[in-house]
């Protein structure tokens, strides 16, 4: 085995991840202003923006389902115990003492365990409940003269901001995360450049060089 540079992030990959950070944070921004918590813009303006943000975003994700299961990097966010034990301990603990990390990422697969079981969270759990109880609030004036409706809104709206609220514990970990190990601009380098530090066996590594010399260092 031999640690080389290689193209692991596509262009879309990467367009994906910085264009999901920023409809996200507005969407977080302009739902705090919804609900009062800041006054950096009016109520109106918040609730326009937030609806545009979400309809943004949920383009984004059809996008991003399609591209993943047509190019197969589904498989990167598929669940193993596999090292999952040793990952837990180190950024328990060994992270704190120095030690090096136990997982090493390969061609086949991008994400540690832990990586793998909180995206697949993310993505199969939490999306599908921000998009689905923020489309039927959005669409309350279709389905408000029904009985109990007010009732039903009221937990629509406590789902929605309580999966929001989920959203942005995962974002402030992920931030967290950036800042321990490597330094934040070795951390974030990858997302930019699609180039990170991955293990090819030999016949992966003789692949790139002959068939896709531009994605190997």
């Known amino acids: 085995m031999s640690i080389r ?19 996200i944070l507005t969407m977080l921004i302009s739902g705090f202003a919804i609900h009062g918590i800041n006054q950096w813009m009016s109520f109106d303006e918040a609730v326009t923006l937030h609806t ?17 299961f047509t190019t197969g990097n589904w498989k990167h966010y598929l669940p193993t115990a596999a090292g999952l ?16 990390h136990p997982y090493r990422k390969a061609y086949w697969r991008k994400h540690n365990p832990l990586q793998a079981i909180a ?31 007010a009732v039903w809104l ?19 970990v992920h931030v967290y995360m950036l800042t321990i190990g490597h330094s934040f601009v070795e951390h974030v380098t990858p997302m930019l450049t699609g180039f990170d530090e991955v293990e090819l066996n030999a016949e992966e590594e003789a692949y790139l060089i002959k068939d896709e010399p531009n994605h190997i260092r």
């Open 154 to 172: 009221g937990r629509v709206a406590l789902i929605h901001t309580a999966t929001a609220y989920a959203i942005l514990a995962f974002v402030i």
């Open 85 to 100: 034990g040793q990952v837990v301990r180190f950024y328990s603990y060994g992270i704190f003492k120095g030690e090096r």
């Open 52 to 68: 545009l943000a979400a309809l943004a975003l949920l383009t984004l994700w059809v996008l991003a389902t399609f591209w993943l």
């Open 119 to 149: 995206y697949l969270l993310l993505k199969s759990i939490l999306f599908p409940l921000i998009w689905v109880s923020g489309i039927v609030y959005l669409f309350y004036f279709a389905w408000g003269d029904t009985p109990g409706a």
């Open 5 to 23: 540079s290689v193209l692991i992030y596509t262009i879309f990959e990467r367009f994906w991840h910085w264009a999901q950070v920023t409809l």
